[in-house]
């Protein structure tokens, strides 16, 4: 009868656990806000709402960009078209963000997953 009694509560436990970190990671994942900041701290691309980016008080365009918020994680894929390049030239950045920080992620099998 121990060893049920301890199982149960082993269980009781992990369960437990599982739920606390689920509702840490929900209320940890980053915002709009932080992203943009992250990217200007990282790319040097102030965007605003309407699509426009200026880098270096160059003004770029945001070609397209896939904004995920999962509720435990987001992602996100912006593609930026460098106006100034007569060979059409863009930058893709890739993030993803959990536990309020933001990782620059390559395209790659685990991308595709969380994407």
């Keep these: 009868m121990k060893i049920k009694s301890k199982i149960k509560k082993t ?8 739920f606390v970190l689920l509702i840490v990671m929900v209320i ?3 915002s709009k806000n932080h992203l943009e900041d992250w990217i200007y701290d990282n790319y040097g691309y102030k965007c605003n709402d309407y699509g426009v ?21 987001m992602s996100v894929e912006r593609s930026i078209g460098i106006t100034d390049s ?3 030239e863009t930058e893709t950045i890739r993030a993803i963000g959990i536990f309020n ?9 685990f991308w595709e997953i969380v994407n």
């Design 11 to 18: 269980l009781k436990v992990l369960i437990s656990s599982f």
């Design 28 to 30: 940890s994942t980053p």
């Design 53 to 73: 980016c200026q880098k270096d008080n160059i003004e770029v365009l945001n070609i397209g960009q896939h904004y995920r918020n999962a509720g435990i994680f």
């Design 86 to 88: 007569k060979k059409g």
């Design 101 to 109: 920080n933001i990782y620059t992620m390559k395209d790659n099998w």
